[in-house]
């Protein structure tokens, strides 16, 4: 339901390079030869737009706010995307884009073409493809965002050599996204919210389940949890890690409950949906060893005869959900 | 791993009439008209064994013992199925089969033709499918049987209406199989071990893992988890229902438990894999409206902006397995 990207820094991993502007907005990798396309990944706190050539390079990629939620959103999203298109073609002329893709967070019927529902964007049944395909009077590719994200980690990234694969984005919340045979599978956009997944019996999770897995083991989670425990503010999960590290209780029990709620989750997925490989994303992922290692150590003395999957970092960082629009957009130009 | 079907009795659903033989055994639905096969379904316990006609339907069809774990296993058993074979074509030596239908349960690799790993049958990489080939002279369908129910149900029983489903087959054990777009999901044998998926701490499970599924809510631990706590030897989970029912608080308890553990393992689906069903079978589902009207219940009450699947009676009872196995030989005839 969130959208847990957040502000993923730059890091070292192939194809992508350090933003110059300073934003830490990593520079996109390209997506190969084809049509120039638009490409839109809207977020409850900011919309990352580009346009894409035909080498396939992500040109004017930038991060603007979203528009607050409120009446006819989708509306206003819609004409400030199309305003975002008019700043991009000023900009690069000689570049006309022959389709859109527009990626969203949420429940996403993507073959109806539907943002079912969004708590932070507040839509329910948005027909966001129609309204995009009129404003720009191109054809529309509309897709979910972590799906999107996962499908251009997929093609570009961290699951390049696995056709059945999980992709989790652990950032602000947990979002989720299954590939089946190379192909994401959807269930008509109910499918892979691994976040919202009960593990427990609590704590109560905004969505309005109870025991979901983003109210333990999201970054999120574990800086508002050492915070509510300690009335210190923190510089979000990695701090909290960082204090464990040092010797801080607290820190450690919050740290360890959260890999173990990670853990219980993803051997849930290893023994119904077992997956090669776990590719995982998002802030937490820059954790490193610390996350990996002991995720592979606890999975293999909790389980048994099942096959551990790959537990493989995304390499995309914060644009996979951008490169994954102008992936689908090139399906549809 | 373990092949909970037990011994179902018939009860009154479509298409499905009580053995003359007074041994409990349904006999099977039609298959619909194709090649004559041979079909078995074999378990930890018994073998399944049936001709099929050109009309579909299952001739001879009969429980013997599966030959004891040890030594050779794979081999005995292929030549235990020739003898039934041989017993079937004298019985009727009209019918000549094309193809033979092979379904077995554990871990099963259906597209190397591998039994892979099977506690209770005691084989590892097992090449089943070719030692049957050689044996039979005919090709040779091979596969998990729980999956192959699961086929069975999609393609003659409950899950008819259901492109994406989870089967669930509920007895000794607790066995799963997942319907993606209509075609079994395998992930090469690991899927659907929705039994063996860690819901909990605990208890220590015999598969080596600990607090799967199946150590709380099947059928066979319900009552011998009751056994325990009491001392007191009831016949199955369904006099620990009838207790629970008439008053017995520590009945009431533990099937109260059951069915928690229950609801958190189709609400994790329902987050994850999202099918539009739950196809449920085995000796539990006998329960009826005890069972699934209150997972209905504890499932709308858990869950949010969750997809609730439809939760559906499997109708092939015991059969489903075999009748699996039939289809599957005839794609191959």
């Not at 389709?99 to 329910?124: E, K």
């Amino acid at each position: 339901m969130s959208s847990p990207e957040g502000a993923d820094a730059a890091r070292a991993v192939p194809d992508v390079v350090q933003d110059a502007s300073g934003d830490r907005l990593a520079r996109a990798a390209s997506i190969g030869r084809g049509a120039a396309v638009l490409a839109f990944d809207v977020g409850g706190t900011d919309i990352k737009s580009a346009l894409f050539d035909e080498n396939g390079t992500a040109l004017g990629l930038r991060r603007t706010p979203t528009p607050p939620a409120g009446p006819d959103m989708p509306g206003r999203l819609v004409a400030r995307l199309r305003d975002l298109a008019a700043e991009l073609q000023e900009q690069h002329p000689q570049i006309v884009p022959r389709a859109v893709g527009l990626v969203v967070p949420g429940i996403v019927d993507a073959d109806a073409g539907i943002g079912v529902f969004a708590s932070n964007l507040g839509w329910q049944d948005a027909p966001l493809r129609d309204l995009a395909g009129e404003a720009f009077g191109l054809p529309v590719a509309f897709d979910h965002d972590v799906r999107s994200a996962s499908w251009a980690e997929h093609v570009l990234g961290g699951a390049r050599a696995y056709s059945n694969a999980v992709v989790l984005i652990i950032g602000t919340g947990i979002a989720g996204a299954i590939l089946v045979g190379g192909r994401p599978y959807t269930a008509g956009g109910y499918a892979g919210e691994i976040g919202h997944s009960p593990i427990a019996e609590g704590p109560q999770c905004p969505c309005g389940a109870r025991g979901c897995l983003e109210t333990m083991a999201s970054a999120g989670a574990i800086a508002r949890r050492y915070t509510e425990a300690t009335g210190a503010v923190v510089d979000g999960a990695k701090e909290v890690i960082a204090r464990a590290n040092a010797g801080d209780d607290v820190a450690a029990r919050i740290w360890n409950e959260a890999l173990d709620a990670l853990t219980l989750a993803i051997a849930q997925l290893t023994a119904v949906v077992a997956p090669e490989a776990v590719v995982i994303g998002g802030g937490l992922s820059r954790a490193g060893d610390a996350l990996f290692d002991e995720l592979h150590r606890r999975l293999a003395a909790r389980l048994s005869f099942h096959r551990i999957p790959a537990l493989v970092p995304a390499e995309l960082l914060g644009n996979a959900g951008i490169l994954g629009a102008a992936l689908r957009a090139r399906e549809v130009a």
